[in-house]
């Protein structure tokens, strides 16, 4: 066996610089295919919204994208982008037509997935309760008692706080319902006794007059009475 050591394969030069991009002469056919373009933009926006030639990048050999002026509302900043090929000697043709962004172009803001959105609000959240304990810790060691809870003097005052409170709300119910009762300066509660009074008078002359029919009653049945017995009893012989 020989005893000389095994060769590794060669591998790619790390230290070798990659091989700068390609750049490429603006095809003059497609640089002059300008109304082409255009008719590809009206297809897909309002004539208004197209403006005048503002440059040109030459994407391959016979690849070019035209670019023109967007007069879009709420689009500062954007363009449009026209794309055309052609092979040789044929006539150009159009790959594909979009609106793209400038370099002071407004954009949104970079998407954030939910699943990270959703642990920095959980984050917040553990954070806050945190600092919230914290605070009801520190509120305890405040206290004037040893051990940090309320004196029997404390929860009186407290319970009386409550129903002074408590007071205070009737006091403000009844007020307002004693307001509720008057209205343009007319007491109605008092509109309301005075008609209740009324109607307790005219009953009471109601009843009156009922016992005066059924009195005068009595007085026609007694006098029909006397008739009768005088018609019954035989008159004396002289």
Known sequence: MSDAPELEPAGPDETAEQAPAPSWAPDEVLLGSVALAQRALLEVTAPETVGSVIGHVAEGEHVLSLHFAADLTGYPGWHWSVTLARVEDGEPTVLETELLPG???LLAPEWVPWSERLAEYRAAQAAAA?????????GDGDGSGDDGDAGPDDADATDDGYDDADDDADDADDAAADDDDVFDGIDIDALA???????ADADDAAVDDDAADDDAADDDAADEAVVDDEAETPGSVD
């Open 130 to 138: 945190a600092a919230a304990t914290g605070d009801e810790v520190d």
């Open 193 to 199: 006794d005075d008609a209740d009074a009324d109607d």
């Open 103 to 105: 370099e002071r172009a």
